[in-house]
C-alpha cells in the first residue's frame, strides 16, 4: 500500500496541489507571526494545467525549465468513481481497481506530455530512504524519495496529506522527488536527499529550485504531544512550526499536570492539550539549513484537509480518500 496518511492523529498524512493560495478557511482559522512565510508562498505564483477534465497544478519556477516536467495532481478529472463523483486517484487503494488507477496515472502522464517518460514510483513508508535511480525499477523500492540525472524516468511520491517536495538542479541537471510526512520531516529526509544530490551527482544547493506541494496545513494538522516532544528534541526551530500550548506540552516530567491539580479519578482526567503543526514550514526549514536559496524555494501554500473539493485528504476524509501524486523528471529531447 501506498498511502501516506495514517489514522492516528500523531501521523501525518498529505498530498498535493497548488492553484490558489493559503484557502479563506484556512485563513480565518489561523493567524501566523509575521516574518515566517516564505518568498514563493504566495499559490498566485504557482499555475494550473488543465487537459479535459485534469487539473494539475504546477510551479512556475519548474516549469520554466525546458529540459524538465512536473506536476502536483489534483482530484479532478479521472476515471475513478467516489461518491458518485469521477477523481483521479492515483494510489492503488482499497476501494479502487489497479486498472483504473493505472488508466488514470496515463492520463496524468499524457496531460503532462510526458508519455515517453517512465513513471517510477515508490512504495512509501515513512522512512528516511533515497534511492539514486539511473533507469526504472522492475518493481516500486521501498522508500520516500528518489533522485535521478537520467533522462525518460519520472520520478513520483504520493500524497493525502503529507508534504511533497520536487526538487531540480538546474545546472546539473539533477531531480528528486521526496514524501515528508511528520516521521520522513523528523528523520530530514528533504536535507538528506539534498545531501545524496551532492555526494552522487555533485548538485550545489545554491543551484536547487525547490517546490512544496499542497499538503495538510497548520491550520487543520493537530498533532499531540508525542509529536511535539519528538520535534523539540531534534530542532532548535521546532516552536516556530507549531500553534497551541508547545511549551507546555514539552515541558516538564508530566505530560499532564492537570490530573494532579484536579484531583480527578483514573479515566476522568481532561484530555493532553494538543497542537497544530506546520509540516511545510519545518520541510522549508530543512531547505534552507540544507544551503536552499530562499528566493528558490515556493510552496503552494493549500491545505488538503480545508480542500477536498480539489484535493485529497487521508485526515477528513479517511480509507475513501485517493492519493494525489507530484511527478518531476528529465525530458527525453529538448523540447
Ligand atoms: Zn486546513
Known amino acids: 500500500m501506498l498511502f501516506c496518511a495514517r489514522r492516528n492523529s500523531g501521523n501525518p498524512d498529505y498530498t498535493v496541489l497548488v492553484v490558489n493560495t493559503t484557502s479563506a478557511t484556512a485563513r480565518k482559522r489561523r493567524t501566523r507571526p509575521s516574518g515566517r512565510s516564505a518568498p514563493g ?16 497544478l504546477q510551479a512556475p519556477a519548474l516549469a520554466n525549465i525546458p529540459w524538465l516536467t512536473h506536476g502536483f495532481s489534483t482530484r479532478m478529472g479521472g476515471s475513478s468513481t467516489l461518491a458518485g463523483k469521477k477523481t483521479l486517484n492515483l494510489g492503488f487503494t ?37 534511492y539514486v535511480l539511473d533507469r526504472p525499477p522492475q518493481e516500486p523500492p521501498r522508500g520516500d524519495a528518489s533522485i535521478t540525472s537520467a533522462p525518460g524516468l519520472l520520478l513520483a ?12 538542479d538546474a545546472k546539473r541537471r539533477v531531480v528528486a522527488a521526496v514524501h515528508a510526512g511528520w516521521r520522513g520531516t523528523l528523520q530530514r529526509i ?26 495538510i496545513g497548520g491550520c487543520c494538522y493537530e ?13 532548535a526551530a521546532a516552536r516556530d512550526w507549531f500553534e497551541g500550548p508547545f ?21 476522568h482526567q481532561p484530555p493532553l492539550p494538543r497542537v497544530h503543526l506546520d ?10 539549513k540544507a544551503g536552499v536559496l530562499p ?11 480545508c480542500r477536498t473539493d480539489l484535493l485529497f485528504s487521508f485526515r477528513r476524509e479517511g480509507k475513501i480518500s485517493g492519493r494525489l501524486m507530484a511527478v518531476i523528471g528529465l525530458r527525453r529531447e529538448e523540447s
Open 41 to 56: 508562498h504566495s499559490g498566485a505564483a504557482w499555475k494550473s494545467v488543465h487537459s479535459g477534465e485534469l487539473e494539475i
Open 94 to 130: 482499497g476501494w479502487d481497481k489497479r486498472e483504473t488507477v493505472l488508466a488514470n496515472r496515463r492520463a496524468l502522464l499524457s496531460a503532462l506530455g510526458a508519455e515517453n517518460l517512465q513513471l517510477a514510483p515508490l512504495r512509501q513508508f515513512h522512512s528516511d530512504v533515497i
Open 157 to 168: 511520491v504520493q500524497t493525502a496529506d503529507c508534504v511533497p517536495i520536487l526538487l531540480a
Open 190 to 215: 528533504v536535507l538528506k536527499t539534498i545531501g545524496r544530490m551532492q555526494m552522487v551527482l555533485g548538485t550545489r544547493p545554491k543551484d536547487i529550485v525547490a517546490a512544496t506541494g499542497p499538503a
Open 223 to 235: 498533532v499531540g504531544p508525542e509529536v511535539a516532544q519528538a520535534f523539540a528534541a531534534q530542532f
Open 247 to 267: 511549551d507546555r506540552l514539552i515541558g516538564g516530567d508530566s505530560p499532564n499536570p492537570l490530573q494532579w491539580l484536579n484531583r480527578m479519578p483514573p479515566g
Open 279 to 288: 509540516l511545510r514550514a519545518a520541510n522549508r526549514w530543512q531547505l534552507l
Open 295 to 305: 528566493q528558490n524555494i515556493f510552496s503552494s501554500g493549500l491545505c488538503t484537509s
